[in-house]
């Protein structure tokens, strides 16, 4: 009948969420997927949890999700690996603040600018 016909095989991977993903503290259900994709859940500290059950995701865990045709997989990794431009925290800033050269610096700030110096060089 369809001799020619290759058959096509769904391709399964599972997604690290890292802490500056756009999807950190939505529930599953909130993401938008690209046509013929499917959640299947999540990984968290090895426990798979349903996509029935819409959790929420945090950094750490391993979304799983599949393509049911091979040329949706590029679409779909691009949308799960969604991050903010720039790295951050609700907890800490990874941006340092450092005085610049341009800046000048009176004797009442000299202390703090020694004491920032020995904390952070």
Do not use: W
Request: glycine share 4%; aromatic share 10%; with cysteine.
């Amino acid at each position: 009948m369809l001799k020619n016909k290759k058959a096509l095989e769904p391709s399964l991977f599972g997604v690290l969420i890292q802490a500056n993903s756009v999807y950190c503290g939505i529930h599953l259900t909130e993401i938008q997927l690209p046509d013929q994709c499917v959640f299947l859940g999540i990984l968290r500290e090895s426990q798979v949890i349903s996509a029935t059950d819409n959790p929420p995701i945090f950094a750490g865990d391993y979304i799983l999700a599949i393509a049911t045709h091979p040329m949706m997989v590029p679409a779909l990794k691009v949308t799960l690996k969604k991050i903010h431009s720039v790295y951050y925290s609700l907890n800490y800033c990874l941006l340092e603040a450092r005085p610049t050269a341009s800046q000048s610096v009176d004797s009442d700030d000299s202390e703090v600018i020694t004491s920032f110096n020995s904390t952070y060089y």
